[in-house]
């Protein structure tokens, strides 16, 4: 069975980053996709970053030049590396994968909060 393990979020400045960190483990192939999606209190849950194997990076318009998604494919982890960070930031970071088979898995997200 596929988990995900978040790491990385908490509570920072304006201005500030944060790298988060997901690591999958339960599968015995690669995941064609690994990425980070969010979700805000009232809003609906939005993609922020997705790489996929050989692929380029896709972000958000919101965090296009400010936040960098990358992975380690031989420990299945995706990293997204978060800078200048602002209070519209402040989210539920979930990490997805996709297995070879377009099954999709979610980790049970893991909260930042950027104060203003």
């Known amino acids: 069975q596929v988990q995900l393990v978040e790491s990385g979020g908490g509570l920072v400045q304006a201005g500030g980053s944060l790298r988060l960190s997901c690591a999958a483990s339960?599968?015995?192939?690669?995941?064609?996709?690994m990425g980070w999606y969010r979700q805000a209190p009232g809003k609906q849950r939005e993609l922020v970053a997705s790489l996929a194997t050989g692929g380029r990076p896709k972000y958000a318009d919101a965090v296009k030049g400010r936040f960098t998604i990358s992975r380690d494919n031989a420990k299945n982890t995706v990293f997204l590396q978060m800078n200048s960070l602002k209070s519209e930031d402040t989210a539920v970071y979930l990490c997805?994968?996709?297995?070879?088979?377009?099954?999709?898995?979610w980790g049970q997200g893991t909260q930042v909060t950027v104060s203003s």
């Open positions: 997805n994968v996709e297995d070879p088979w377009a099954r999709a898995y």
């Open positions: 339960g599968s015995r192939f690669s995941f064609n996709v």
